[in-house]
C-alpha cells in the first residue's frame, strides 16, 4: 500500500486530498497542526493524525523522526496560509511580522519538510508543493498581495532547485496550483469545487514523470509560466 503524507489535513483542499487518497486504498499520514483540532479528519477511516506545525524547523525534525524508517511515496506539502490582511501586504502598508510568518510557512515549511524526508522518499517518490498561480512573475497584471505571491514565488525557486538537486535520487518534485477553490482561503465565490480540484491534483501527480520534475502545473493540467 503506497504511502501519502498530507500537511495541513484538517481542513480545506488537504482535508479532501487525505480522503480521497484513503479512499482509494493509500495508507494515508495526514498532519494538523492541533490534533485536538483535527476539523474533518475525525470522519475519515484508515487515517493516521500526526501533529505538525509546519511553521516550526524543531516540529518538522520531530515529525521526520517519528517517521523514521517508514517508505514514503508522496509527500503533499499543502499547509499554507494567505498572510496578512490584504490592505497590510499592498501599496499601502507592510506587516513585516506578517510577511515573514507567509515565507516562513509557504515557501521554507515545504523545503524543509522535503530535506528532513528525504531519507524516506522511495526511489520515484514524487513530492508536491501547493504553489499558486498567484506566484507567477509572468502572470502578475493585478498586484497586490505581495506577500502570498512573493511566498509562492520563492517556493517555487525551492522546488526547481530540489528537483535539480534530487534528480539522482530519482525524486519527482512538482510545484501546483489547485485553482481558485471554495475553501476558507479561497472564498465561497471561488469557481471551483474542492473535490474538483482535488481530483484533478491528483490525476497531474500520478501522470507526472521524471521528465515533469520541476515543472509548475495546474489541477487542470496547464502548465503554468513562472
Ligand atoms: N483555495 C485556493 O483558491 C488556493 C489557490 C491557490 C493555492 N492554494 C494553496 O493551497 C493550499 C491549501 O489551501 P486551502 O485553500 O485548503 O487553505 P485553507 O482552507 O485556509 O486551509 C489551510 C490549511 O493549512 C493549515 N496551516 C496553515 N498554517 C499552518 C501551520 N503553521 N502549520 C500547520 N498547518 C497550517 C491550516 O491549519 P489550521 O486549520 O490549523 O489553520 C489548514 O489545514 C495552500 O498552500 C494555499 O496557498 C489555495
Known amino acids: 500500500m503506497p504511502l501519502v503524507i498530507v500537511t495541513g489535513a484538517n481542513r480545506g483542499i488537504g482535508l479532501e486530498l487525505a480522503r480521497q487518497y484513503a479512499a482509494d486504498g493509500w495508507q494515508v499520514v495526514a498532519t494538523c ?34 517517521m523514521k524508517g517508514r517508505p514514503v511515496d508522496l509527500l503533499i506539502n499543502n499547509a499554507g496560509i494567505m498572510g496578512p490582511d490584504l490592505s497590510r501586504q499592498s501599496k499601502d502598508g507592510i506587516d513585516v511580522a506578517g510577511w515573514l510568518e507567509t515565507m516562513r510557512v509557504n515557501a521554507l515549511s515545504p523545503i524543509l519538510m522535503t530535506l528532513a ?3 524516506n522518499l522511495v526511489p520515484g517518490a514524487k513530492v508536491a508543493t501547493l504553489s499558486s498561480q498567484l506566484g507567477s512573475l509572468t502572470e502578475n497584471g493585478s498586484g497586490g498581495m505581495y506577500a502570498y505571491r512573493a511566498s509562492k514565488a520563492a517556493v517555487n525557486m525551492g522546488i526547481r532547485s530540489l528537483a535539480a538537486d534530487l534528480l539522482e535520487q530519482g525524486i519527482i518534485l512538482l510545484a501546483l496550483h489547485p485553482g481558485w477553490v471554495q475553501t476558507d482561503m479561497g472564498g465561497p465565490q471561488a469557481p471551483v469545487r474542492i473535490p474538483d480540484s482535488v481530483a484533478g491534483l491528483r490525476q497531474v501527480i500520478a501522470a507526472a514523470g521524471p521528465t515533469d520534475s520541476g515543472s509548475f502545473i495546474a489541477f487542470d493540467g496547464r502548465r503554468i509560466p513562472w
Do not use: H, Y
Open 33 to 66: 497542526r492541533d490534533t485536538a483540532k483535527p476539523g474533518g479528519l475525525t470522519d475519515l477511516a484508515n487515517v493516521e493524525i500526526q501533529p505538525l506545525a509546519v511553521d516550526s524547523a524543531a516540529a518538522i525534525a520531530d515529525f521526520a523522526a517519528s
Open 117 to 119: 524526508l528525504k531519507e
